[in-house]
Nanobody, 115 residues
């Protein structure tokens, strides 16, 4: 049974930081590219960050220089370090594990940036 479990969301003030984690089980984690998406109120979904199985990263323009994606294959975990948070970052954040023919999602974690 495949499970992706996100954690680390919460309420933070503008300019603050959070680190999201996504713990995977039931898959050979190192074979999967990992993605962080976010879904805004009104259901628009945005790809935030990508890390391939080889460790290559890519970011949405809206988060470049503020967010960092990383993975620990020994712990089957992917992280999203979010710094300099803005109210526009408020969303539900989801992790996704993908390899051709297989795609798995977590349940999401709410991030709210507000004073």
């Amino acid at each position: 049974q495949v499970q992706l479990v996100e954690s680390g969301g919460g309420l933070v003030q503008p300019g603050g930081s959070l680190r999201l984690s996504c713990d995977a089980s039931g898959i050979i984690f190192g074979l999967y590219a990992m993605y962080w998406y976010r879904q805004f109120p009104g259901n628009q979904r945005e790809l935030v960050a990508t890390i391939t199985s080889a460790g290559r990263t890519n970011y949405a323009d809206s988060v470049k220089g503020r967010f960092t994606i990383s993975r620990d294959n020994a712990k089957d975990t992917v992280y999203l370090q979010m710094n300099s948070l803005k109210p526009d970052d408020t969303a539900v954040y989801y992790c996704n594990a993908y390899k051709p023919g297989f795609s798995y999602w977590g349940q999401g974690t709410q991030v709210t940036v507000s004073s």
